[in-house]
């Protein structure tokens, strides 16, 4: 994988084990490692006595009682999910049945655009279908708990309703799998759009949190020139994509040989849908062309 991004693998904290990572946010580790989850996922605790649960992970019975534990003498007031992907919003009915606290989030899985005949099955394996909140969030809308306070920041591209969540009056944003310091994440049609997800990194960068806490591993430092070197990354991605095309028509498999050198192989499939996104994105800003409407299986080349 490319290093043009400042990666932070460093991440050691072991499953059911409660850390407090800043002041008032704890976080806890389920042990549910994978080559997309890195050590698993990670949900977040805001607060004191009463308090908000950010990403109550997937039906893990091992995570969802270690999540109880940790609150126990305390009152779980909000469920705030980041996005419906089956890692991150399950556990929340669980916790929501165990504690009566409402659901928030921006609402339920779909499609970042109208799908084509083939490609329902693909959105039902990773998306979360069960989820609604009982609370639609938009982009700005402010909720306040006891002695914290989270604005909701619409962030489409690695799914259509992904959130992060800035607590107010500190550092610190829950960047959920949108900006994540161990890797980038999967942007993969259906579920994701390529050009959704270039503005809502270009949305991070004008703001002031510094610090982004992820759903999956340690914490993201100096964060606005992370996301630059996000951004930098994708760009040299679409490029080598151009150049590629540019020495002849290609389908994605041939892409990803030349843009992926070195690749984990239980990660072929992803990169030949990143690399789709990326190709939906180029065909949509009239740079390449495709017959039909662009697919896994399509030959892409430049415009002539
Ligand atoms: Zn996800």
């Not at 580790?29 to 109550?56: E, M, Q």
């Not at 800035?166 to 610190?172: H, P, Q």
Request: glycine residues 10%.
């Amino acid at each position: 994988m490319s290093e043009d991004i400042p990666f932070d693998r460093s991440f050691d904290l072991p499953p059911g084990k409660v850390e407090e990572i800043y002041p008032g946010v704890r976080r806890l580790l389920c042990n549910n490692p994978g080559p997309f989850t890195f050590k698993g996922t990670v949900s977040y605790i805001v607060g004191r006595d009463r308090v908000a649960v950010i990403d109550p992970g997937p039906l893990d019975e091992a995570h969802i009682k270690a999540l109880l534990d940790t609150v126990q003498g305390e009152t779980i007031t909000h469920i705030f999910v980041t996005h419906t992907h089956r890692d991150h919003s399950p556990a929340a009915a669980r916790i929501k049945a165990a504690t009566g606290a409402p659901t928030f989030g921006e609402g339920p899985h779909r499609a970042a655009r109208e799908l084509h005949l083939d490609e329902a099955p693909r959105l039902d394996a990773s998306g979360d279908q069960e989820f609604r909140p009982d609370t639609a969030l938009a982009d700005g809308d402010v909720v306040a708990g006891d002695g914290w306070m989270l604005e909701a920041i619409a962030t489409p591209g690695h799914t259509a309703n992904h959130m992060a969540f800035a607590l107010k009056d500190s550092e610190i944003l829950f960047s959920g799998d949108h900006v994540m310091a161990w890797s980038t994440p999967v942007v993969a049609p259906p579920d994701g759009a390529m050009s959704d997800y270039m503005a809502s990194l270009e949305k991070l960068l004008h703001r002031p949190e510094t610090t982004y806490l992820p759903g999956h591993g340690g914490a993201v430092r100096d964060a606005p020139r992370f996301v630059e070197s996000y951004i930098g990354h994708r760009r040299g991605r679409e490029q080598s994509i151009l150049s590629r095309l540019a020495e002849g028509e290609a389908d994605i498999p041939t892409l990803v040989q030349r843009i992926y050198i070195g690749l984990d192989p239980r990660l072929t499939r992803a990169a030949g849908l990143s690399v789709f996104a990326h190709l939906e994105d180029l065909v949509t800003r009239g740079l390449i062309v495709t017959d039909g409407p662009p697919s896994l299986g399509s030959i892409y080349r430049l415009r002539g």
